[in-house]
C-alpha cells in the first residue's frame, strides 16, 4: 500500500527523534518521541499528514486532531497553538509537512476555476480556516510519488517541482479543496491581507488600513474577515504579534527583543497580553516549553 511505503520512507530517513528538511524544498520530515503539549506556533501555508500517532492543531480555541486518516490543510499564515500530546516511544507521531508555494497554489487554483467555467456561488457557509481532509487515493499517490524522489539527488531536482504541483492539485481536488480554493483562487483578498499583515507586525495596523489594501469598505472587510478566519482582524493581529514573540522567546531570545521583534513598545503591555492569553509570564513560560516550538 502506498501509505506503508510512505511510512517506510520516512522511517528509513528519520529514525530518530527530530524535524528534518528534505533535498525536497518546503518538505520537512519529523519523528516526536515524547508528549509534546500545545504550544504557540504560527503555520505558513501548509499540509501536514501523519502516518503515525496523533497530533493536535488549535485556532481561536477550536481543537482539531488528526492522524492517519486524516491530513491538514493551512491554506493561509494563521496563529495557532500546536503539539502532541500523546506521543511517545512507543507510539511516535510520524509525519510529513508540505510547505504551500502561494504562486504556485495560485496558479492551479485560476486554471481548475477556468477549466470548471462559471460555477453558481454557493449558499454554504464559508470553509474552515483550518480544514481536515480524508487521504483520497489521489492526495496517496501524489505523497508517495514526491517522497520516493527522494532516493535520487538528479530525480529530487528535475522533477521535484512537477511532483509538488502534482500534490498541490490534488488538495485542490480533495475534500480539503474548498478552503484551499478559497485563500488561492480568485477573491483571495482575505488571505493577500494576511500575506501583507504577516510583513508588518512592526507597525501600527487598523482596520481601515487592512480594508483599503484589498479595496473592501471597513463593515465588509471585518465581516469577511471573520468568516475567514474566525477572528476579528485585531484579535488576529494580536494573536500573531504574540504567537511570533512565543516562539522567538522559546528559540532563546529575551522577553524585550520578542516583544519589540514583534511591534510592542512596552514591554509591560506585551506581559499583561502574554500573561492573559497563554496563562504564564513570558519567562515563566519558556521555562516550560523549551525546544517545544521547535518541533510543532
Not at 508555494?101 to 476555476?113: F, H, N, S, T, Y
Not at 512537477?162 to 475534500?175: I, N, Q, S, T
Not at 474548498?178 to 485563500?183: E, G, I, M, P, T
Request: with cysteine; aromatic share 6%; proline share 6%.
Amino acid at each position: 500500500m502506498s501509505k506503508d511505503r510512505i511510512t517506510r520512507i520516512i522511517e528509513r530517513r528519520l529514525p530518530q527523534a527530530g524535524l528534518v528538511q528534505t533535498a525536497l524544498k518546503g518538505v520537512r520530515l519529523f519523528r516526536v518521541t515524547e508528549p509534546v503539549p500545545c504550544v504557540p506556533a504560527v503555520y505558513e501555508p501548509t499540509v501536514v499528514a501523519i502516518l503515525g500517532g496523533s497530533k493536535e492543531a488549535v485556532l481561536d480555541g477550536a481543537h482539531r486532531v488528526y492522524d492517519s486518516s486524516r491530513y491538514l490543510l493551512c491554506p493561509m499564515t494563521l496563529p495557532v497553538e500546536a503539539g502532541a500530546p500523546q506521543a511517545s516511544e512507543d507510539s511516535p507521531l510520524l509525519g510529513v509537512m508540505i510547505a504551500l508555494e502561494p504562486r504556485v497554489m495560485r496558479d492551479l487554483a485560476i486554471e481548475m476555476e477556468s477549466a470548471a467555467g462559471a460555477v453558481r456561488r454557493s449558499e454554504a457557509p464559508p470553509p474552515p480556516a483550518l480544514a481536515l481532509a480524508a487521504w483520497d487515493a489521489g492526495f496517496t499517490e501524489a505523497l508517495r510519488r514526491l517522497l520516493e524522489l527522494l532516493d535520487s539527488p538528479v530525480d529530487t531536482a528535475v522533477l521535484g517541482p512537477g511532483r509538488l504541483r502534482e500534490l498541490y492539485y490534488a488538495v485542490l481536488r480533495g475534500e480539503a479543496g474548498a478552503a484551499a480554493r478559497r485563500a488561492f483562487g480568485v477573491g483571495n483578498e482575505i488571505a493577500r491581507t494576511i500575506d501583507y499583515l504577516s510583513s508588518h507586525l512592526q507597525e501600527p495596523l487598523t482596520i481601515d488600513d487592512m480594508a483599503r489594501h484589498v479595496g473592501m469598505s471597513r463593515a465588509v472587510f471585518h465581516r469577511r474577515f471573520k468568516e475567514a478566519t474566525t477572528m476579528s482582524p485585531i484579535q488576529f493581529v494580536k494573536s500573531m504579534r504574540l504567537n511570533n514573540a512565543a516562539m522567538k522567546i522559546a528559540q532563546g531570545k529575551t522577553v524585550n527583543e520578542a516583544a519589540w521583534d514583534v511591534g510592542y513598545a512596552s514591554t509591560s503591555q506585551f506581559s499583561r497580553e502574554f500573561k492573559r492569553l497563554y496563562g504564564h509570564s513570558p519567562r515563566d513560560w519558556s521555562r516550560s516549553v523549551q525546544g517545544a516550538a521547535r518541533l510543532m
